[in-house]
């Protein structure tokens, strides 16, 4: 069912420990790692969403900053990984680069985008070994000049699903939301989601990246208000 695109099934039945230690009254924080997806005015609603959600369900326990950089890909997120999260100390880390790596002007090989989330994977665990990692896929479908600058997207993110399952975090693909809605209604339906390229519009945010990310977090407890 749905379950399986959000995580495998070893992590599936058991709870993070980030909603292990809110539900014990402990104070958790929260970085978000992206490029424009997450950061630009226009596509960022679904991170102040899901702040906003967080905030309500766990008041004054969720500390949260979003460190994301539009116009990057790993390469900037691996040389700024240090500064930008770890020294934020997050025991949740919600981040995905693959729609930038797979631009063609920065040159990457597709198994680039996998490398470096296991990088920056291995670099969290080493200062938090408890720290609850989520890694994205944004879409696989991207449309018009997005299409055409990102040829292999598709190898790109098959590198970051290899990543997610080597190092057993959670991995939250909307790119199979997305592809649900193309296989239906083709370009016309996949616009009010991407507009003309491959960053979310509201309606994204409220339908599917949301719900997909909050029960990733959450689990079995997301149901719950």
Known sequence: GSEMCIRDSSTASAQTSFLKKLKKGEKQTVVFYGASAAINTSNRVWVDQLR??????????????????????????????????????????????????????????????????????DNLRAQNPDATIVLYILSE????Q??????????????????????GIILVDYSVEFNK?????????????????????????????VPMLWDAILGRDSAKK
């Open 52 to 121: 906003t959600r967080l905030e309500r369900r766990f008041p004054e326990k969720i500390t949260f900053y979003n460190c994301s950089k539009s116009g990057i890909g790993s390469f900037w997120a691996t040389e700024n990984f240090k500064d930008s999260v770890l020294s934020r100390k997050p025991d949740l880390l919600i981040f995905g680069f693959s729609e930038n790596d797979a631009v063609t002007r920065f040159n990457n090989a597709p198994w680039y985008s996998g490398k470096c989330a296991e990088y920056m994977v």
């Open 141 to 144: 479908r991207p449309l018009g």
């Open 146 to 167: 997005s299409a055409e600058t990102r040829p292999e997207l598709a190898a790109f993110n098959a590198s970051c699903r290899e990543a997610a399952k080597k190092k």
């Open 181 to 209: 809605i193309y296989d239906a209604g083709g370009e016309e339906a996949l616009k009010p989601y991407q507009r003309d390229g491959i960053l979310p519009t509201r309606k994204a945010a409220q339908e599917i990246l």
